[in-house]
């Protein structure tokens, strides 16, 4: 069966808030063995909304709207879907109850217009909202089966999860299910080279690889009867990818992210850790202070902008600076290394760089980042030259400071102790 996502809001269109509902929307769909071949954003406008519903019904079995449930007169989606369905709005006299008690819960008088979201279609399935006032609904139709959710996603996501799942269950015979296996350390360009004789060769399950900021997601994509077999199929080709990839996979787990993977691998091993950031200013440490539990062996991050600071907080020495530079291989090892003796901490990450716009110079350009990892003592320096605006180059070196502290840590055990391994 084939589903098609219409997301309503002249706000998206104008982007003023990120259209996450799709992306949501989406992958729920294929992952309950649905097929979505369009996804439309259409502004708060009855003519263009109708037009583009007409259009989804003749070409999709489903069609799912998100947004303009609310009270105000510019959320046209329930009665522009009810008009091209052809169903009459009338009193739901439960979902009126549920509004009254929403405000009363909350010591608030709903205002003459919230009533207005107790008006649903004659004979459609009314869903029920916990989290806000707009109930959703479900049509059927000849032509197609049509869901309305409300935009906010705190409230769609639940609504969707709770009672579109198993309704749309029941349609379908087949399921879609996914795992990724994300990569670290590796470019993309060389990863797709890596597994480019796989991608040529692939039936089901598919392989696709997705660029992020110092990191590759590979998904693996199989369809089969059951969950249980569809990831069956995919076995064999994640074990594939961890031969070919080895220790450059930080995980295969969807909820994992890298940072959450280097704390779970420092929690795992005892490691204390601080940070020494420059160009970065702090968001190396608000990385990992991200990671619920990190507090067990996070120390202190320091955020050493001037030389001044440098100097009087990691020692880095005065003749360093005025021999290579702030930006340099020797003062970022200094800096992990004062980092370290600071916080007498196991681990120290130093990042220092020329983010730019200005700052750049022939020999130094923008987008020169060094950074530098103290394991036990041992320090690796790795010089960068990351492109794109000033935001973008620190991301990258945040990034590429997690790859770094997570391969020094890998290769500290694997040389020292032969034993102690990440999670």
């Known amino acids: 069966m084939t589903v098609e996502i219409i997301c309503v809001g002249t706000e998206l269109l104008l982007g003023n808030i990120v259209n996450t509902n799709a992306a949501f929307l989406a992958e729920r769909c294929a992952g309950l063995g649905l097929a979505c071949y369009y996804q439309t954003v259409v502004g708060d406008n009855e003519g263009r909304l ?18 303009g449930l609310g009270p105000t007169e510019d959320d046209l989606t329930k ?103 994300k990569v670290c350390g590796v470019g993309e360009s060389r990863a797709e080279t890596m597994v480019k004789d796989l991608i040529d060769t692939q039936t089901n399950p598919t392989i696709a690889t997705y660029a992020k900021t110092g990191e590759v997601h590979i998904r693996v994509t199989a369809g089969a009867e059951d969950r249980k077999a569809a990831m069956k199929l995919i076995k064999p080709v994640v074990k594939e990818l961890k031969s070919r990839f080895g220790n450059d996979i930080y995980t295969t787990e969807e909820d994992v992210t890298l940072e959450k993977a280097v704390a779970e691998l420092l929690l795992a091993n005892d490691l204390t850790v601080t940070c020494a950031e420059s ?4 968001l190396l440490s608000a990385r990992l202070i991200n990671v619920p539990g990190i507090s067990d062996v996070y120390k202190t991050g320091i ?31 200094e800096m992990a290394k004062g980092a370290a003796a600071f916080a007498k901490a196991d681990v120290a990450v130093a990042v220092t760089g020329i983010a730019g716009p200005d700052g ?64």
């Open 50 to 67: 109708a037009g583009v519903l007409g259009t989804a019904m003749e070409r999709s079995d489903i069609v799912i709207l998100s947004g």
């Open 279 to 282: 160009c970065t200013g702090g």
């Open 360 to 423: 750049g110079t022939e020999e130094k350009p923008v987008g020169l980042v060094f950074i530098a990892c103290c394991v036990k003592g041992k320090t690796t320096v790795d010089k960068y030259r990351f492109s794109g605006n000033r935001g973008k180059v620190r991301e990258s070196a945040v990034a590429a400071a997690l790859v770094l502290m997570r391969r020094c840590i890998l290769e500290y055990f694997s040389e020292v102790t032969f034993g102690k391994k990440e999670k």
């Open 303 to 333: 955020v050493t902008y001037s030389n001044k600071a440098k100097k009087n907080i990691l020692n880095v020495k005065k003749s360093t600076l005025q021999k290579y530079g702030a930006v340099s291989r020797q003062t970022a090892e």
């Open 79 to 181: 009665e522009v879907a009810a008009k091209v369905c052809g169903k009459e709005l009338v009193l739901h006299e439960p979902s009126r109850a549920a509004i009254e008690r929403f405000f009363a819960e909350r010591g608030t008088v709903p205002t003459e217009n919230n009533w207005k979201q107790a008006m649903l279609p004659v004979d459609g399935v009314v869903l029920d909202n916990p989290n806000g006032t707009a109930p959703g609904v479900i049509m059927e139709t000849k032509a197609a089966k049509v869901i309305l959710l409300p935009g906010p996603p705190n409230e769609l996501c639940p609504m969707f999860d709770s009672n579109v799942v198993p309704y749309l269950n029941k349609l379908t015979t087949r399921v879609i299910c996914s795992q990724t296996v």
